[in-house]
């Protein structure tokens, strides 16, 4: 049996300097557990709704409680987040956008792209009367 | 982790040769991109529906997330988050989870957990739809 080859292994993610694609390669990751955690909220709205008026009653004093709210607008930046930051990883997959400057610009755009249109989004549940 | 090679003739190469390790191929990173691709489609309209919904008591809401086409665009989605969070949240598990039966242990749960989630979706959605 030969003796088992010693390959070169990668080093370990701390000697590297911190960058935004890798810090935003971790947020990926986290706002999708975020979202699995936050199915249970799709799944709680649609039984309430078919199972009836008290149901559906206790379901909007949740959402329109402060720490209904607050889970509800982190849940919207986490899906709008993790959708931008999708697409940017799908653009990679065709193999475009890997210089260093359309890679920043691409990274920059899903996070400032995200607060805007979380934002846009919850101004637009208020001036559609969904915030009272 | 099998790490025993030593004890058989086949080099490491020849186990992860076709189907790899995870005896599964590619078919989880194409069906991942594939529900990614299908929920940024299907994304704005999901917003529209939810934003329809904003201020209706029970009775209005049943009625429009029960209405055909709402409804088919609900049902699309909830299979395409769920298929795309089981196999998201299992690379986790497969990345961080290195005891063997642990990591099956939350490979089986986290698959059953998102079939609960998908199908209780999915309940509720064709009992909206029957009106009953």
């Known amino acids: 049996m030969p003796a088992r080859i010693d390959r070169p292994l990668s080093p370990h993610l701390q000697t590297y300097r911190m960058t935004l694609t890798m810090a935003l390669s971790v947020v990926h990751r986290a706002t999708g557990l975020a979202l699995y955690a936050g199915t249970l909220l799709l799944v709680w709205w649609l039984i309430a709704a078919a199972s009836g008026p008290a149901a559906y009653a206790q379901l909007q004093a949740f ?3 402060w720490i209904g709210r607050l889970i509800l607008f982190g849940y919207t930046w986490a899906l709008v987040f ?43 549940v208020f001036a559609m009367g969904g915030g009272r | 982790m099998n790490t025993d090679t030593r004890s058989s003739m086949r080099t490491p190469m020849s186990r992860v040769r076709r189907l790899g ?75 961080y989870v290195h005891t063997e039966n642990l990591k099956l242990a939350l490979i089986m749960a986290n698959t059953f957990f998102s079939i609960a989630v998908a199908l209780a979706a999915i309940y509720a959605i064709f009992k909206l739809s029957s009106g009953v």
């Open chain 1, 82 to 124: 993790h959708l931008l930051s999708g697409i940017r990883y799908l653009i990679w997959d065709l193999t475009y956008g890997f210089e260093a400057r359309e890679r920043e610009w691409l990274t920059r755009a899903a996070l400032i792209g995200s607060i805007v249109l979380t934002i846009l989004l919850w101004v637009l």
């Open chain 1, 63 to 65: 959402a329109g409680s």
């Open chain 2, 21 to 95: 390790t995870a005896k599964s191929g590619t078919g989880d990173f194409w069906r991942q991109r594939l529900t990614a691709v299908a929920m940024v489609l299907l994304i704005v309209p999901m917003i529209a529906i939810v934003m329809m919904l904003l201020g209706r008591n029970q009775a209005g809401a049943a009625q429009i997330l029960g209405s055909p086409l709402i409804a088919i665009i609900t049902l699309l989605f909830v299979i395409a988050s769920c298929w795309h969070m089981k196999i998201g949240v299992q690379v986790v598990i497969e990345d």
